[in-house]
C-alpha cells in the first residue's frame, strides 16, 4: 500500500489522531497535497478557556494569531507540514499574553513532536546517520544533530557485579588516541565511555563514583593492562582482577607465528627451474626440501592455529560435522607437493618441519589443555606446571612468554571463577569485541563526531537496552555538564 491510498482509506479520525488531534479540539481541518509532492494540513483549533501561566486565572480572550510552519515527517515519500494558525490568549487580571497549548510541538519547535520521536528512536540503530535519519524525514541534518543533543543525554549506568574493561580506537580527543568503554558482563550493556584510558583520568572518574557502589564489583575482566589492573586494584576494593583468556592465548598465538614466519624465511630460496636441474642430485633434493616447506608454512600455517572443534559442511543437500584433521578424511593430489594429501598429513608437515616450530607448538597445545582442562580449585598448580614448560624451553621467546604468565598468573587464575549466570561459564572479554564493533559502526556512520558528549551519547543510547530519549528539550547548560 503506498501513501496515498494510505491517507484515502483510513477514516478521519484515524488521521486526527495520526497528527495527535481529537475531533472536539478542532475547529477545521484540511489535508491539500501540492504540486511538489508535498501534503499540507491546514488545521485550527477550538477556541476555548485556557489557564495563564502567570497567575492561573482562565481566560479566553483573543490576542491574535501567529502562523506556524512545522514539520510532521509522517509519510516518509512525502514531506508532510501541519499550518496552523497559532492563536495567542492575553489574561485579563496580570495582562499576560501566552500562546494555547497544540498537541503538535514543545514550546517554540518547528518539527512536531511525534516526528522528533520517531527521529530520535532511529538513533537506536547503532547503523543510524544524521544524514540519512534527515533524508527519511525531511529535515536538514543540521536539525536531527540539534534533536538529537536536545533530547539524548544518557546517564552513566551503576556499576555491575561483573565489569568488562577495554578501550577502542574510535574516537580521537584531546590528546588520547583510545576511548575507554566498561560493559556489564551479564546484560551487554555499555555502562559508560570515556575519552581516555590514562591513568589519572580513569582514577579521577571511579573516584567521583560513591565507594558503595564500587564495593559491588565483584570481577573486572581485561586484557594485560597493567594500568586496568592498578586502577581496579585502588578504585574497585571487593573486585578480583580477571585476564581475559583469549588475549592470553592471542599473544601466543602471535609468538608461535613469528617463529614460523622466521623458519618460513630461512627456507626461501630464489631458483629457476633450469638452475635446479644442473644441480647435483643430494644438493637439489635439500633444495626441493626447502621449497616444499617454505609452501607448507606459507600456505597451510593456519592449521596450526585451527581449534580441533568440529566443523559444518553441507554435501549433497545434508549437513555433516566433520574434524579437520581427521586422519580418515579424503585425500586430495597436490601438485607443488606431488602427493595425495588430506589436512592431517598437512598438519604433520608443518608440525614437524623444524624443531623450534614443534616446540612452540606443543607449549601452544599445552597452554590451550590447561585452559581446556582446569578448574578453579586446580589453575593454580596446573599453570605452575605450563610456567614451568615455558621456562625450560630453548627459545627465547617463550621463555620470554612465561614471564608473561607469571606476571598475570593471579588474573590467569581468576578466570576460572564461575560467574552467577543461568548458563555455567567463566569471565571473558568476547562481548566487549561486539560492542567494539557497534561503536566503531556509529563512529562510521557519524560522519567524523568531532564533540564528545555527543558521540558518547550517541553510543550509550543505542546500545542500552534501557536508555531513553528526554520527551522535552533538555536545558543547555544542563548537557554541558555531562
Ligand atoms: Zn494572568
Known sequence: MNDDTLTMSICRDDILQLFNLEAKRIDSFEIRPTLFNELEIHVKLSRCY??????????????????????????????????????????????????????????KARISALTVYNVIEEFKSPRATFSDVAARYHISTTSVINLFDQHVSVARKTLPRYLCLDENYAFKYDKSNYCFVLVDLLTKDVVDILPSRKKLDLLRYFEAIPLEEREGVELVVSDCWKTYRDVAKKMLPNSKFVVDKYHILADLTKRVDRIRIDVMNENYVKISAKELDALPPDKKAEIIQKKHTYYVLKKFNWLIHTNHKKKKKRENGKIIEYYALDPNNEKKYNYALSKFLNFYDLYDLV????????EAVELKESLVRFYKQSTYKNAKHN???????????????????????????????????PIDSPVP???????????????KDIKRGGNGFRCWPRFRNRILFALNSESTMHLNPIKKEKQQDT
Open 383 to 417: 599453570l605452575d606446571e605450563v610456567i614451568k614448560e615455558f621456562e625450560e624451553s630453548t627459545l627465547p621467546d617463550m621463555r620470554k612468554y612465561a614471564s608473561t604468565l607469571k606476571e598475570w598468573k593471579k588474573g590467569i587464575i581468576h578466570s576460572f571463577i
Open 425 to 439: 561459564r567463566t569471565a571473558t572479554n568476547a562481548i566487549i569485541e561486539n560492542r567494539n564493533k557497534l561503536i
Open 50 to 107: 485556557q489557564t495563564c501561566p502567570c497567575c492561573h486565572n482562565k481566560t479566553n480572550t483573543v490576542k491574535d494569531y501567529v502562523p506556524k510552519k512545522i514539520t510532521h515527517s509522517l509519510l516518509h515519500s512525502k514531506p508532510t507540514y501541519i499550518f496552523y494558525n497559532a492563536r495567542r490568549y492575553r489574561c485579563k487580571i496580570c495582562g499576560k499574553s501566552f500562546y494555547e497549548e497544540n498537541p503538535f510541538t514543545h514550546e
Open 351 to 358: 608440525y614437524h618441519c623444524d624443531p623450534r616450530l614443534t
